[in-house]
């Protein structure tokens, strides 16, 4: 059987903390700024944890999970 290969998008937009959780970036930080008020962009400046619904789906494209 041929080897996984890693999900070219997943790879750029997902890390791996060291607790094994796994942390995204805030959207809506793009486009459009102006029309956003500075309290809501304060808001999405840093980054998130993926929820745990999602963590199974996320890990199986970085090839963390078999």
Sequence with gaps: M???KTHSSAKKRFKRT???KIKRF???TSHRKRQ???KAKLRV???ALV???DQKRVEKLLCLRG
């Design 2 to 4: 041929p080897k996984m």
């Design 18 to 20: 060291g607790s094994g």
């Design 26 to 28: 805030q959207a809506n």
């Design 36 to 38: 956003k008020s500075k």
């Design 45 to 47: 400046r840093g980054s």
């Design 51 to 53: 929820h745990v619904s």
